[in-house]
Structure formats: structure tokens, C-alpha cells
């Protein structure tokens, strides 16, 4: 197939339409088959996928080795191709827990070292705190990034989940290429102020949680159990009523989909697609049938009566629960 293309931005790279978010290959949503991750990093490096999206803190490391892993299997030209978009600055402990953010500049020389001897690459396409740290000024965050971008360590800057103030200052101290933040039809917050910052700034956006966690692929039931390990068993919209309110929604959908010839999942990706040229989804799909599916979105064309009926159907305030339990909520400079 041919990959339709985007761009990060005024000053970033040239990147597949669609990416590929491998931080459920190390554990987020339950067990992860490794053979059948690497298998799925393989076929979407065939299809044309060229972003691959993870973070070092990914099952404390996990995330980055295999996907070096993955890359050193691949064939040469599909290796070549890989851009990798890398998050760093969480802290973690031997137990899973968070200990914070450290975005102090000498860290983030720290976590670019590690992440490139995990990753077996001698630089990082796009290199992003994963959240702000409030002990440390932006300013210096991306100072000591851009200092990298100066060694050839990484090629450029990115953000996340930062609010339109942060990113005005963060663009103020060097190029930014795009903001990697939660944006699908049931999290619809960066469209108030953080998208029009952005377009006037000319910084792109990489939305991850496009599929919202698995909500809107069609696949999750009103009684389904999640284990303690999966993120979605502390998420506040797969909680009791919420989830039964959030899973009508996806009935709606669905039977816009089913017009369509498309599933759910298809839709909601193809949604994000048509939000803007800026914006580039990361689909986090865990195994090839899954990847295939969220492919199919790229051939699903959304007429203006398609949008108006989707917006019926799941209105922008629509949703139940916040997108994370209070104490992540409070960490994201972007919901301030």
C-alpha cells in the first residue's frame, strides 16, 4: 500500500500518516506476546508506518529494547525509514510505582544516553519530556534537549501534554516540532486553546489515546474485568457507570460505522485523521490484526454529513470520567 504522508510542523520531519504507539508492548493493558509485538513492528515498518512512538520508562526500559530488537530484525531499507519518537523524564521504581518527573538538564542527558544504547541508534528523531516537571523551568527542559539536537544526538524537539503557556515558552527557546498529546472523540480538550496555540506557532500534533485506551475500538464490554496491571482497571471511564454511559456512545458510533462498511475503531481513527493535516494519530495496536484494522481507517473517506452525524452521535462533552485518576491528572500541565 502507499502510506500518505504528514509533516511535524514547520521545522520537523516528513512522517507516515498514521504512527505506531508501542507502549501496550510492554504491559500497559495486560501480557504482551513478544514474538507477535515484534511481528506487528515489522508490519506496519512494511505498510509504510515510519513513526514509531515509545517512552524509556516503558516497563522500565522494556518498550526500547524491543523495539531496537524489532529494528535490528527488520530489513535494512524499513530500518532506515523508522523515525522514533521517544518520551523520558518519568520516574519509576523496581515495583511499577512513579516517583515524579525529572526534567533537570543533566537528566535529560542521562535519559538520551540510556534510551540510545537501548534502542541501538545513534540518534533520537524526536526527543520529549513526558510531562512537565514543576521544579523545573521549561526553558531549561529544552535547552539541554537543543543542546543534543547541536551533538546530533536528536533532531528534534517535541512536547507533552503541555497547556498553550508552556508551549509558547517552549518555542520561544528553540524549534518545536509537534505536541504528543491525548486528542480522540471522547478527550476533546486541546481544541479549546492548545490546538490554535499550536497552528499559530506552527507546531504539529502527534495525538496518542485516539481509540481511547480501547473504549472506542468496539471491542470492551459493560462487565469486563481488567487485571490490576492494566491501565484501564484504574481509568476512570471503565469504572461502573461510567463505562456502561461511555459504551452507549460507542453503539452510536457503531452503527454509523456499519453505514459506512467501516467498524468503530476505523471511524474514530479516520475522525482524528480529518481533524487536520497537522495532526498525526498513533494507533496502539499490539498485534498485526489489529494494526490492519487501524490501517483500513486511512481508505474510510468522512463526507461533512458523515462529521455532522459523528458529532451527533458522540457530542464533544459527551464522555464520563476523567481521562486519568486524579493524581496522573494533576501531573498534566495541559488540563490546567
Not at 516540532?177 to 481544541?191: F, K, T, V
Request: aromatic share 4%; net charge negative.
Amino acid at each position: 500500500m502507499t502510506m500518505n504522508t504528514r509533516t511535524l510542523g514547520t521545522t520537523g520531519p516528513q512522517v507516515s500518516a498514521l504512527g505506531l504507539g508501542c507502549m501496550g508492548m510492554s504491559g500497559m493493558y495486560g501480557d504482551a506476546d513478544r514474538a507477535e509485538s515484534i511481528a506487528t513492528v515489522h508490519a506496519a515498518l512494511d505498510a509504510g508506518v515510519t513513526l514509531l512512538d515509545t517512552g524509556d520508562f516503558y516497563g522500565m526500559g522494556h518498550n526500547e529494547l524491543l523495539i531496537g530488537e524489532a529494528l535490528r530484525s527488520a530489513p535494512a531499507a524499513h530500518r532506515d525509514n523508522a523515525l522514533l519518537s521517544v518520551k523520558f523524564g518519568a520516574l519509576r521504581d523496581p515495583d511499577g510505582g512513579w516517583g515524579g518527573v525529572d526534567g533537570r538538564p543533566a537528566a535529560v542527558k542521562n535519559f538520551a544516553a540510556y534510551s540510545l544504547q537501548r534502542l541501538g541508534v545513534d540518534h533520537l528523531d524526536v526527543y520529549r519530556l513526558a510531562r512537565l516537571d514543576p521544579d523545573v523551568p521549561i526553558e531549561e527542559t529544552v535547552g539541554a534537549v537543543a543542546e543534543l539536537v547541536e551533538k546530533g544526538w536528536v533532531r528534534h524537539i517535541g512536547l507533552s501534554e503541555v497547556g498553550a503557556e508552556t508551549i509558547r515558552r517552549a518555542a520561544a527557546t528553540a524549534p518545536i516540532a509537534d505536541l504528543q498529546i491525548e486528542y480522540a472523540l471522547i478527550s476533546r480538550g486541546p481544541e479549546k486553546e492548545i490546538l490554535p496555540t499550536l497552528r499559530e506557532l506552527g507546531i504539529a500534533v502527534t495525538a496518542y489515546g485516539v481509540l481511547s485506551r480501547g473504549l472506542l475500538s468496539g471491542s470492551v464490554s459493560a462487565d469486563q474485568r481488567f487485571a490490576a496491571t492494566d491501565f484501564r482497571a484504574h481509568s476512570p471511564r471503565f469504572q461502573g457507570g461510567n463505562l456502561r454511559h461511555n459504551l452507549g456512545l460507542v453503539d452510536s458510533l457503531r452503527r454509523i460505522a456499519e453505514e459506512k462498511g467501516a467498524t468503530v475503531a476505523q471511524i474514530a481513527i479516520a475522525w482524528v485523521l480529518s481533524r487536520g493535516e497537522d495532526i498525526v494519530p498513533l494507533v496502539g495496536a499490539r498485534t498485526r490484526e489489529r494494526l490492519n484494522e487501524a490501517l483500513g481507517a486511512l481508505d474510510v473517506t468522512l463526507t461533512e454529513a458523515d462529521l455532522t452525524a459523528i458529532e451527533a452521535a458522540v457530542p464533544a462533552d459527551a464522555v464520563a470520567g476523567e481521562r486519568y485518576a486524579p493524581a496522573q491528572m494533576a501531573m498534566l500541565d495541559s488540563e490546567r
